[in-house]
């Protein structure tokens, strides 16, 4: 099934969709509404005071905080991730008017929740831990085509360039060498766990920052290079998002040999800790469990 960008979809025009197709990207504005980002923010703070965590919930702090005094609380938390089992957050992912842009993006046919994060950007302690190195999301994913999997990205509060919106650098998507090599930043303030940057990045390319209001909404590739800058605020930026695959298009790729070795090899690690080190880890399986369908049934995800 070849994605068509010459059609309008169920909700998106036939502009709209040339422009991600061309751009990388396309921000919906005013997509989720403010009720359901309190009710998410709500349910954040309760898993920061550890009220009915599931147990396949990764919650982070951010390598600074980790290395100062006791925080406790909102403050000391600056994202979950794999909240597939916690059925406030996964609302998100299930919401109707973000899975039928999803559905006009990668296709109808099933449409699986792959990777779920709620972020809270932490005000920089001055060591700019807070930014998020330029990357590409593929690089995480042991599933394929690219083209068939797209992240929504909902801003929970007013995001600018102050408190460190995304930074995307357009049609970079579509460059010929797809998937680049990543690597931790030899960053002086530290780096948080995962945060891999692609090596050698060029920072010359031509980028946009991409200013939200509360519930706008940025759907986007999983080739297009971004990240994210320092949180110059006092206050924590929260963000929402989710990615999706289309559940019959997409299958697990072997990655071993690649240059995701580095980040098979470090989420693998990850999973043994969490559920013993005994447990035999396969990479694809970490995703089977993280995977969830939201609409048909999951197919090869």
């Not at 999997?149 to 995304?166: D, K, P, Q, S, Y």
């Not at 209001?213 to 800058?229: K, N, Q, R, W, Y």
């Not at 098979?264 to 005994?278: C, F």
Request: charged share 25%; hydrophobic share 35%.
């Amino acid at each position: 099934m070849a994605l068509n960008w010459w059609s309008p979809g169920r909700v998106l025009t036939v502009e709209q969709k040339q422009s991600y197709d061309e751009q990388g990207f396309i921000v919906i504005k005013g997509i989720v509404p403010k009720d359901q980002l309190q009710r998410y923010g709500n349910r954040f703070r309760e898993i920061c005071e550890r009220k009915d965590v599931p147990p396949t919930m990764t919650v982070m702090r951010d390598v600074s905080i980790a290395k100062s005094e006791f925080v406790g609380g909102e403050q000391a938390i600056t994202k979950v991730q794999d909240f597939m089992d916690d059925e406030v957050l996964f609302d998100y992912c299930r919401l109707p008017q973000i899975v039928a842009v999803v559905e006009d993006l990668i296709g109808a046919s099933s449409i699986v929740a792959m990777h779920t994060m709620l972020i809270n950007k932490p005000p920089d302690s001055g060591t700019l831990t807070s930014r998020h190195p330029m990357h590409q999301d593929l690089h995480y994913f042991p599933f394929r085509p690219a083209d068939y999997i797209c992240c929504a990205w909902t801003a929970m509060e007013r995001v600018n360039r102050a408190n460190g919106c995304l930074v995307v650098v357009p049609k970079s998507h579509k460059d010929p060498g797809r998937l680049l090599v990543h690597e931790y930043p030899k960053w002086e303030g530290g780096v948080n766990k995962a945060y891999h940057g692609i090596q050698d990045y060029d920072p010359s390319m031509p980028r946009l920052h991409v200013e939200m209001e509360a519930g706008d909404t940025v759907f986007f590739h999983p080739l297009l290079i971004h990240g994210s800058g320092a949180n110059r605020t006092d206050g924590f930026r929260k963000a929402i998002s989710c990615h999706y695959a289309n559940g019959t298009m997409c299958d697990y790729i072997d990655v071993s040999g690649t240059s995701q070795d580095i980040i098979a090899d470090e989420i693998k690690q990850i999973a043994k800790r969490k559920y013993g080190e005994d447990v035999e880890v396969n990479f694809d399986d970490i995703w089977r469990v993280r995977a969830r369908p939201v609409r048909g049934h999951r197919a090869n995800l």
